[in-house]
């Protein structure tokens, strides 16, 4: 698939069927994931495949009781781990860094299973240190997103985008 074809056809979905998501389709997510740029080639992030009902209920109610985290049959947490960027970029690796490297492996993962046939849901609202409970995750080491993958159940439809016009600048801020 056309990469901006991907860019702009792709949807959240928050409802999926009870087809199954392969573990080779699964590794080929995580596989665009880790090819994602950042900062340094330091790669700071790490990936927790959920597919158990308990494990899943246990981030839906992390999340607000969001059930897509629960009906989809496969969940990936995608974690920041700071101390990763620390050492060469210090409290800019630590606090942002670090979250704009995970975040570009999230979006990886969304293209990817789009353009696999799959669908997803970036999920950021969470109580993050119940999300990290319930997966284990050890101290220093950040949740950035919970990504229900599966086979939709549903077709959004695309949402408005705002003109070029209103958020492009040249030069400098306030020029348009």
Request: hydrophobic fraction near 40%; charge should be positive.
């Given at each position: 698939m056309d990469v901006f074809k991907a860019i702009k056809t792709r949807r959240s979905v928050r409802?999926?069927?009870d087809q199954q998501v392969t573990?080779?389709?699964?590794?080929?997510?995580?596989?665009?994931?880790?090819?994602?740029?950042?900062?340094?080639?330091?790669?700071?992030?790490?990936?927790?495949?959920?597919?158990?009902?308990?494990?899943?209920?246990?981030?839906?109610?992390a999340a607000m009781i969001q059930k897509a985290i629960e009906e989809a049959p496969v969940v990936i947490v995608v974690c920041a781990n700071p101390i990763r960027s620390a050492?060469?970029?210090g409290s800019r690796g630590?606090?942002?860094?670090?979250?704009?490297?995970?975040?570009?492996?999230?979006?990886?993962i969304l293209l990817a299973a789009h353009a696999m046939g799959l669908s997803t849901c970036w999920i950021g609202a969470f109580n993050e240190e119940e999300a990290k409970s319930v997966v284990g995750i050890p101290d220093g080491v950040r949740p950035i997103a919970i990504v229900p993958v599966g086979h939709a159940a549903e077709k959004p439809?695309?949402?408005?985008r705002k003109p070029l016009t209103e958020i492009m600048h040249h030069e400098t801020f306030g020029r348009k």
């Open positions: 409802a999926f069927t573990d080779k389709e699964v590794e080929k997510l995580i596989d665009a994931a880790r090819w994602a740029p950042s900062a340094g080639n330091i790669q700071p992030w790490d990936f927790i495949i959920v597919r158990d009902s308990k494990i899943k209920q246990g981030l839906s109610k050492p060469r970029y630590i606090n942002l860094y670090c979250i704009q490297d995970t975040a570009a492996a999230t979006q990886n439809q695309g949402r408005p």
